[in-house]
């Protein structure tokens, strides 16, 4: 590990605590007649997760000169859309799992009712505390609330979710596979970029803004690419068939169209466009380590 | 029909004209990848009914002087969040509905998992329209949020159906049940006020505002008063049975703790309290009217 990625891991590691603290904040409260909503919310929140997305809004905030205390309710913000999604993406009527990292999924625990509500009331307190922000001016509060909407709505990351349900029933062409991941994971990574920014004091048409956003997509589309070469690799050892051989049968991904090689050189290229992003940022060697992490993970 | 009341039906139906209008602008596209999540949305928001929410946005904003320019994206936030909650609602997890307004319900039409997404998208979009409406301040847009946000959510409408649920399989003590009912319906319909004044510049802690508030809260219990009334009567007329001799079996209502005369009493009380909130509002007579109209129902 270079010096680098030591300093990113460390300050992942710092952040992760500091966003959990922040997290845990909104809902220091008792309530009888409401607190499974308050458990089932706070639950899936705090079931761990390396919180790369608040680490992004609070990192690019920081890079270009921002303060944390601006940052942070957005990062809290983000991270609230990003589980709320995930407790959506687990129930019967989506993916069916019973396990999220390790631990039963939000509905095993609190039952469907319960579990469909606190991914409402997350994603319902994530605009709240966007515009609540204490440190940012309301012209901030009110683009951080448009920029949220847009990216979590039916144009960023539930557009995603509604092209992965079609890819389930009939193969994509590579533009819509490119769309899909663009929109479901990555508009809420894009997301982050422009909050950070914006706390910074970066709108979203300032040259910062639009290269850390660039930086974010890269990655963001890195990373599925790496997912899908992991999820491939992982098949292959596990059931001892070769790679790609039964991808026209399954879900399209990136090994639908590359090669395992060819996918490997198009995550780093895309990585390496990531970071020529960042060109123009003093002290970006943090977002730089996180780009090659993120490209040589391993699971 | 007296004048107002006939001045009342009309402003309703002119009302809903232009917010169904305004609605449909925030969806008029095409999108191939992405068609069935807006035909989803726009298949529940169109179903048509008496756009009550909308029609107190923008009344409040009227009489307090404000345009209806400055109010109507705030009516169609309002709107959306509504009939978000409808379609999760009717989902086989909650309430399990076929059938709404005489039409199939969202699920039934477009499967669970578009349902489920639909709704969602929904209640994103909403928060950024009101974030990016044209003719409000950044510091009324983002507290237009925040007000969106807190009535929505886990201590306003969310709170109201988690409190719901409960009462499904214990009775509700009376303080219990006047919260449910609250936060159930009375959050959204509270925050219809909120937002009509904020709209004509009113902040929630001006003497405007409570009023208008204090007058929604009223109208918003009397409401669900009389919905009590008219389905126990309903019951009686068509099972033969006498009102309220098994409401112990069955859910917690107005009737399990007053009599049928009673609860009329209590809705007329509520309503001449709501009224004589308005005092200090000049042209109110439509809001009058419609407290009136609210209790007087017969469906």
Redesign the interface.
């Known amino acids: 590990m270079n010096g680098n990625e030591q300093k990113l891991m460390t300050r992942m590691a710092e952040n992760a605590e500091r966003t959990e603290r922040a997290l845990a904040e909104y809902f220091d409260e008792k309530?009888n007649?409401?607190q499974?909503?308050?458990d089932a919310?706070t639950y899936s929140l705090m079931a761990g997760g390396k919180r790369i997305r608040p680490f992004l809004v609070n990192e690019i905030c920081h890079v270009l000169g921002g303060a944390e205390e601006s940052s942070m309710p957005f990062a809290c913000a983000v991270e609230m859309i990003h589980t709320?999604s995930l407790i959506?993406d687990d129930?019967?009527?989506?993916d069916d799992d019973d396990l999220r990292r390790g631990k039963p999924t939000n509905h095993k625990v609190f039952g469907?009712?319960?579990a469909?509500?606190a991914?409402?009331?997350l994603?319902?307190?994530a605009?709240?505390?966007?515009?609540?922000a204490p440190c940012a001016?309301?012209?901030c509060?009110?683009?951080a609330?448009?920029i949220?909407?847009?990216k979590?709505?039916?144009?960023g990351m539930?557009?995603g979710?509604?092209?992965d349900?079609?890819g389930e029933t009939e193969k994509l062409e590579f533009e819509?596979l490119l769309?899909l991941h663009r929109l479901k994971t990555g508009a809420l990574i894009e997301c982050s970029a422009l909050l950070g920014a914006l706390a910074a004091g970066y709108l979203p048409d300032t040259k910062e803004a639009k290269a850390a956003t660039a930086y974010a997509s890269k990655i963001g589309l890195a990373f599925q690419v790496i997912d899908d070469i992991l999820d491939a690799v992982g098949s292959e050892e596990e059931l001892g068939k070769s790679v790609g051989s039964d991808a026209s049968n399954h879900k399209t991904t990136f090994l639908s169209y590359f090669s395992l090689e060819d996918a490997k050189a198009y995550a780093k290229r895309l990585t390496e466009e990531a970071v020529a992003e960042l060109s123009e940022f003093k002290n970006a060697e943090v977002l730089v380590a996180l780009a090659y992490y993120l490209l040589n993970r391993t699971h």
């Open positions: 309530d007649d409401l499974v909503i308050l919310q709320y959506h129930l019967p009527c989506m469907y009712a319960n469909l509500l991914g409402d009331a994603l319902t307190r605009f709240g505390v966007a515009a609540s001016d309301p012209t509060r009110a683009e609330v448009r949220l909407s847009e979590a709505g039916d144009h539930i557009g979710q509604i092209i349900l079609h819509t769309r």
